[in-house]
């Protein structure tokens, strides 16, 4: 049974924003478009007219790629934009709430807090290579939990949810609850996509990304996969025109076939450089802890975080510190191999 029926009772009712209608070989008055051409308008779209509401080749091509049907799938401005529509599709605020774990991908939190939602932390073990314990989940759920928010790879610790774990929440929360696996950094694990849980589970939504794994960040591309019922009510929220035409063209580029092999190239590179800086890194004195990691990041303890972050800073590499119960913690995205030798001699840099 799809869960459309827990979606704010506005949403479900809501149709997809009646735009301009777009026809080929047509006079366009209907639009308000301009009639000329900008002389930087070199894209095989014109630049002067919208896009199409929702890209249809772009979208059938990711469908293709992600091995769903065209309507399991929806474009989004980067996976970010999901979140955001999924949090504003299914929570009421003052009423609903979302369930993360913590430490976790903090977005989750930011757009709970922007609709009124509440935010339930269920916190993994440091000491259990912050394994997430479906129980733990379970018990942060009550009836008003719309969103489970999971991360696998997960985002700052690098760890694997195991497949057991995302199936026993999913049966549990069947009905009532929809269960959003970030499968952002996946590419870097070698471990199989929850994409093929789809048919069994309509409450479950996967979010991918080309942020990470086709070097993308800057063209703000995402997808949100999962049951029909949902993809149309992200249709019906989405902003009209959301995929520029210029990310449109990009992303056609991108899932050619050599552009792919390319991308796969470059992510095998950083799981390699992962496991070289792995190596390196454990030589430092200061560095207490690396935990294992399936993305395309490092997180590691250290007795002198600060001491570490000044003289990074001061030989310009940038390192991510969270604070809060990672204090003494630092995320190091794996880089090129030059980038990681400037890391690696500022790293011998630091005194003490
Ligand atoms: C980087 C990242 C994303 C990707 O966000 P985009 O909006 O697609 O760039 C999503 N989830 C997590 C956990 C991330 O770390």
Redesign the pocket.
């Known amino acids: 049974m799809s869960i459309a029926h827990i979606a704010r009772p506005g949403i479900r009712a809501m149709k997809p924003y009646a735009a301009a209608e777009q026809i080929q070989e047509t006079v366009r008055l209907n639009a308000n478009e301009a009639p000329w051409h900008s002389p930087l308008d070199n894209f095989r779209r014109p630049l002067n007219r919208y896009p199409e509401i929702r890209p249809t080749a772009v979208r059938g091509a990711l469908a293709g790629h992600y091995g769903v049907d065209v309507s399991q799938l929806a474009v989004t ?5 999901a ?1 955001d529509l999924l949090i504003r599709i299914f929570c009421r605020e003052g009423q609903d709430n979302i369930v993360t774990i913590v430490p ?2 903090s ?1 989750y939190r930011h757009y709970a807090l922007v609709q009124g939602a509440d935010v339930r932390e269920v916190r993994s073990d440091p000491d259990e290579n912050f394994a997430v314990a479906a129980s733990d989940v379970l018990a942060a759920c009550d009836q008003n939990s719309r969103i489970v928010f999971l ?1 696998s790879p ?2 700052p610790t690098g760890t694997i949810l195991s497949q057991e774990t995302l199936v026993a929440i999913l049966d549990a929360r069947m009905n009532t609850s929809a269960v959003v696996l ?1 499968e ?2 996946i590419e870097f694990s070698g471990e199989h996509s929850a994409i093929r849980l789809l048919e069994e589970y309509p409450n479950l939504i996967v ?1 991918r ?4 794994a086709f070097a993308a ?1 800057g063209a ?3 997808v949100a996969l999962g049951d029909r019922a949902i993809i149309d009510m992200l249709d019906a929220v989405q902003a009209p025109y959301a995929i520029a035409t210029p990310v449109v063209e990009w992303v056609e580029d991108a899932l050619q076939a050599d552009a792919l092999a390319e991308a796969a190239t470059h992510v095998a590179g950083i799981c390699a450089e992962r496991e070289r800086l792995l190596g390196r890194l454990q030589q430092f004195a200061f560095i207490e802890h690396i935990w294992p990691s399936a993305a395309n990041f490092l997180l590691v303890r250290l007795c002198n975080v600060q001491d570490v972050l000044t003289q990074s800073r001061e030989d310009r590499v940038l390192l991510r510190h969270f604070g809060g119960e990672l204090n003494n913690c630092l995320r190091i995205t794996v880089g090129s191999r030059e980038e990681n030798e400037r890391l690696l001699q500022s790293f011998a840099r630091v005194g003490g």
């Open positions: 401005r980067g996976s970010s934009e979140i976790g991908f977005m991360c997960n985002n970030d952002a950094y979010l990304t080309l942020s990470k960040a703000r591309c995402g």
